[in-house]
């Protein structure tokens, strides 16, 4: 028999990815050039990596499970601690500070790695400080090991199960945050061309689940 539960979580994830689907217009992460770190504002940089997230509740049966610390992924030389990232208050999704871009972040408002559903963690690719954290990410192929560390020093091995470049005009975002069964992983960053502005015009979303 299904928990009573259960009805009450759908509802609530499908109501908080409604509420945020207009915010996931993005605006795209600067470029190294200086024209384009100048417009970048806070508004613009807040839409840089993803655009928004539904916020799970663990079921009363799941362990408690420590935040993420620290990612790599050998197979691009990535390796990084994890910063907690949030909403702002327009309803997009929190990205590293520009001059951190070589630190990788975790979506606090979505799973936490090793529990049920997707952990989301976001990276720049370059920043007007240069190249940064999930600059390779286009190189990771399907296979490809994951490596996340959490606070109490248990590493959880993902397998990358695919990726994709989207319009961020037509971000997938029930793909991206809604529920899975099993514990998932996604890593955003940007991608594409420029635009007028100086911002990437697409994202690079890689897939993942629980080896």
Do not use: Q
């Amino acid at each position: 028999m299904p928990s009573p539960r259960t009805p009450y979580r759908f509802r609530r994830t499908a109501a908080l990815l409604t509420a945020v689907a207009a915010c996931v217009a993005l605006a795209g992460c600067s470029s190294a050039e200086p024209s384009a770190a100048t417009a970048a504002a806070p508004s613009a940089s807040a839409r840089d990596e993803a655009g928004s997230g539904s916020t799970t509740t663990p079921r009363a049966d799941e362990p408690e499970r420590s935040a993420p610390t620290e990612v790599s992924i050998p197979s691009i030389g990535v390796r990084s601690t994890l910063m907690e990232l949030g909403l702002n208050a327009d309803g997009t999704v929190e990205v590293p500070p520009a001059e951190k871009g070589m630190t990788a972040g975790w979506y606090r408002g979505g799973s936490v790695p090793g529990a049920p559903g997707p952990a989301v963690l976001i990276g720049h690719n370059d920043t007007r400080f240069g190249r940064a954290v999930f600059h390779d990410l286009k190189n990771i192929r399907e296979g490809a090991e994951v490596l996340v560390r959490d606070g109490a020093g248990k590493t959880l091995r993902f397998t990358v199960t695919g990726k994709e470049a989207v319009s961020k005009k037509a971000f997938p975002t029930e793909k991206v945050y809604g529920p899975t069964k099993s514990s998932t992983l996604r890593l955003i960053t940007c991608d594409g061309e420029f635009d007028a502005e100086g911002h990437p015009v697409d994202n690079l979303i890689v897939y993942g689940a629980l080896a």
